[in-house]
């Protein structure tokens, strides 16, 4: 009975841990590798591309699941550089089910979905940033032109000088604007008049780790 239970029981429970310790070293090598890659890379992308992603940051954290966790992240997490936060054409190399549900939102949220829907809704937002008909929204406003075009050049609506060039302009406002990414993350979350309480929440999250993880682009990227 004890051997039966050993050979039939407790090995094949010892074969499973062993494969799935196995599956998660090489997940882990597979994670590191990108890392090295990208740290490798990281000098070479223009400031005007890190700027455009940072500007977008809070939307696009929540788009690819970045920075959303309700509890602290830890300390060598919080000093990585998500690639999706820096460069635009990155999600294609990451995840097929990310781009998706880029595609899904941008469609839902802005009727964007080629490069005609996607120039109109960024018109419509740019209408109200730069005429100002909602009071205390620059930061919302720039964070939502910024995702939608980084977004869009993700998803092959926009070129990346496209999407870069639409975004200088917004740039240039924002820099004159807030002296720092901690006063552009609370104007954001102030002016916020789109998204419900449960939005509110998890973007109030979002910004809090954008602000205290060391890889986060508001520490990597001069505003």
Known sequence: MLKWFKENIIEPIKEGVEEAKAELAVEKAEKEKLEEEFE???ETISQEEKLALALAAPFRCVATGQYVSLFDIDEE???QKPPCLYQIGNLA???KKILDELASLLKRDFK???QQTTLEAIQTFKNALF???IPDTIAFHAAVISYLTTGAADLGYLTKEEALEEVKEVADLVRDHYPNWEAYGKDFLAGDYMNNALGKKILSRVVKNLLVCSGSPWNQVKL
Do not use: C, S
Request: no cysteine; hydrophobic share 25%.
């Open 77 to 79: 997490e919080a000093q």
């Open 131 to 133: 005429t100002e008909t």
């Open 40 to 42: 490798a890379t990281f």
């Open 112 to 114: 964007a979905t080629d």
């Open 93 to 95: 190399e990451q995840d």
